[in-house]
């Protein structure tokens, strides 16, 4: 879900001595800086899509959306310096999405990570179907696909139904303001996930912590040392998705895990390929479910009557979600490569050119969306938001995050009615991913 734009290489393994690995956090550090320098530059020069990639306007990207769609309609579509073009209108949003001449890899099947050469800043964590064309997309999608049958989300539905509870029962006890973000919407999905891959209780604490540290890579990397904790995280769940497929090749269950090591036994994927798709599930639902919970509560705040249209009734939950997953995505944009020259939703690529791929400003298109910049629970959706993105890569995990989400709001309108802020949110510094970090709130 990284942009993937200027990709820059890290350098090659040095020797891991202090001196080396000094040497190693200057260049890279430097680089970093160097990336984030230039794209300010061009962002206080008036660089819409580079503004997309800074503070003070990734706060509120929204005005810069709608500047770049009415650009789009009457100059075209933006071309950036950063080399990247932007589709920002629901149609071209939907037609990029969906077209099989552009992919997530280049051209010749190349990946932007520089393979071989060690982590991209943009990619550091090997993300499976996300960095995946057909066919070896097509191939490991499918085993992924049985984790999300409807008979397992009912079961899912059960965990996510008892672990909220007891998070709310434990905050609310307390009484007082509680962040809502670390006492509930971030473990909740880490708890559902751990059920997902049956990962044992005695590892779930340590399985948490490394996911979400893996989490923070789908937004590009910060500096060296999150580089050093990526990559440790990395290799500590290598180790144990290692322990974990070796176990239940022996004594195979229903989880999602034992269908990987099969198809491991089977030949039909490598151990890599299945250690990456094991990490990609653990990673996807992560901070992006924490965000629509966030999200969902702080819309509901700001915006008059709508937390108490929710409390009225309840059964509403499910249209608060799909709401918020229109009016404020926790998944905001996503980028492709052209695989040959093409024409797409008025969009002219040339072949290997990216493409960023707007989903959050699709949202509020108001072609599709009237008055799209409204937070309404009652609102009819005319069109599908596309907060799961499309085509093939259309979130795999959308019935599963529905349902968390469904599932916490309905539980919170119903035990803690008198909910309200208590202080200001804190947000995530990020550009693709968007929901608060901390959201102050009593009961
Ligand atoms: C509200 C929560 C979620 C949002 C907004 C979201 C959003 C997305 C988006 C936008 C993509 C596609 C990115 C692209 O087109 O490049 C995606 C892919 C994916 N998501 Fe989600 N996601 C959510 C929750 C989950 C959950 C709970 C899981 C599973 C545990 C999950 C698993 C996946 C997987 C495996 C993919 C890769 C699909 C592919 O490349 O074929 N997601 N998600």
């Not at 108001?366 to 799209?372: C, G, I, L, R, T």
Request: charged content about 25%.
């Amino acid at each position: 879900m990284s942009t993937g734009h200027d990709t820059v290489v890290a350098p090659a393994a040095a020797p891991r001595t202090a001196t080396g690995r000094l040497v190693e956090d200057v260049v890279l550090g430097a680089r970093i800086g160097a990336m984030r320098a230039g794209g300010y530059v061009l962002a206080l020069r008036g660089d819409r899509v580079a503004r997309l990639l800074h503070k003070p306007w990734r706060l509120d990207p929204y005005p810069v959306y709608a500047e770049l769609r009415a650009a789009q309609r009457t100059t075209g579509p933006a071309r950036s310096r950063t080399g990247l073009t932007a589709a920002a209108t629901h149609a071209s949003v939907e037609a990029v999405l969906r077209d099989r001449r552009l992919g997530v890899r280049l051209s010749d099947g190349a990946s932007r990570l520089g393979e071989g050469d060690g982590p991209s800043l943009m990619e550091p964590v090997d993300l499976s179907l996300l960095t995946l064309d057909p066919p070896d997309h097509t191939r490991l999608r499918r085993l992924a696909q049985p984790a999300f049958a409807p008979r397992r989300l009912a079961h899912y539905r059960e965990v996510a139904e008892r672990v909220t509870a007891e998070l709310l029962d434990a905050a609310l006890a307390r009484g007082g303001p509680f962040d809502l973000v670390t006492e509930l919407a971030s473990p909740l999905p880490i708890k559902v996930i751990s059920a997902l891959l049956d990962v044992p209780d005695v590892d779930s604490a340590r399985f948490a912590r490394w996911g979400l540290a893996l989490g923070t890579s789908l937004d590009g990397v910060r500096s060296p040392s999150h580089v050093r904790e990526l990559t440790r995280a990395t290799e500590d769940l290598r180790v144990l998705f290692g322990e974990l497929l070796e176990q239940r090749r022996a004594h195979p269950g229903e989880d999602v895990i034992s269908t990987l090591a099969g198809a491991v036994e089977g030949g039909t994927a490598t151990p890599d390929e299945v250690l990456a798709l094991a990490q990609l599930l653990l990673v996807a639902g992560f901070e992006t479910t924490t965000n629509l919970i966030g999200n969902a509560v702080q819309a509901m705040h700001r915006t008059p009557g709508q937390w108490a249209a929710l409390v009225a009734d309840p059964s509403l939950a499910a249209a608060a979600v799909e709401e918020t997953l229109r009016y404020d995505p926790p998944v905001q944009l996503t980028a492709r490569f052209a695989h040959e020259d093409v024409e797409v939703g008025g969009l002219r690529l040339r072949r290997d050119s990216g493409v960023l791929v707007l989903l959050a400003s699709a949202n509020r298109d108001p072609d599709v969306h009237p008055d799209p910049d409204r937070f309404d629970l009652h609102r009819e959706q005319t069109a599908p938001h596309l907060a799961f993105s499309g085509g093939a890569h259309y979130c795999l995990g959308a019935p599963l995050a529905r349902l968390e989400g469904e599932v916490a709001l309905r539980l919170l309108a119903e035990r803690a009615p008198r909910l309200r802020p208590a202080g200001n949110p804190v947000p995530r510094v990020a550009t693709v991913l968007r929901g608060p970090l901390h959201l102050p709130v009593t009961a």
